[in-house]
T-cell receptor
């Protein structure tokens, strides 16, 4: 049973370009979460999605960031017009139910570097 | 807002020494989870604590949840080099959002 799959693992972008990060949850999981981690920092919640719905986006910056989890295909975290401060590791996690009833399974992360 | 404080930020120990990391919330938690992240890796679930005063053990690891469900601790007895990594607590405040609030983590280094 494949775990949470994230790609790309590493992404380099120049300022002003767009970054698209993809996440395929574990089989049977319908809850997807995106977290951002700066070097030597903790995990900061960004957004929680279920299929075709954004449940909680309270951690998402108001501009340039968007996320979706379509009926078919992976969840996408999109960052438009990237800036140096967007450089971070972006982790996707999935769960079968809400985390209050079980663990989050994390992917390997996508490490974004903005030049 | 909801915030989970974790201390210490760093801990350096000699192999064989014990290690403890503490987590504290200003408001009552529904439950708390602990994760370990190896250097360059991703967080891996260790345990979930739900009940007030709960204590759970996993070999050399002991997890506690406070009576008021506002604090938690992870204690490792006789550390080994394989324990190296960052340990995160993650608090769930309940509600419909279902997202976890992570502490900043305690980075453990073990000197052989």
């Amino acid at each position: 049973n494949a775990g949470v799959m994230q790609n790309p693992r590493h992404l380099v972008r120049r300022r002003g370009q767009e970054a698209r990060l993809r996440c395929s949850p574990m089989k049977g999981h319908s809850h997807v979460y995106w977290y951002r981690q700066l070097p030597e920092e903790g995990l900061k919640f960004m957004v929680y999605l279920q299929k075709e719905n954004i449940i909680d986006e309270s951690g998402m910056p108001k501009e340039r960031f968007s996320a979706e989890f379509p009926k078919e295909g992976p969840s996408i975290l999109r960052i438009q017009q990237v800036v140096r401060g967007d450089s971070a590791a972006y982790f996707c996690a999935s769960s079968q139910w809400q985390p209050s009833t079980g663990e989050l399974f994390f992917g390997e992360g996508s490490r974004l570097t903005v030049l | 807002g909801q915030q989970v404080m974790q201390i210490p930020q760093y801990q350096h120990v000699q192999e064989g020494e014990d290690f403890t990391t503490y987590c504290n919330s200003s408001t009552t938690l529904s439950n708390i989870q602990w994760y370990k992240q190896r250097p360059g890796g991703h967080p891996v679930f260790l345990i979930q604590l739900v009940k007030s005063g709960e204590v759970k053990k996993q070999k050399r690891l002991t997890f506690q949840f406070g009576e008021a469900k506002k604090n938690s601790s992870l204690h490792i007895t006789a550390t080994q080099t394989t324990d190296v990594g960052t340990y995160f607590c993650a608090g769930d405040y309940g509600g419909s959002q279902g997202n976890l609030i992570f502490g900043k983590g305690t980075k453990l280094s073990v000197k052989p």
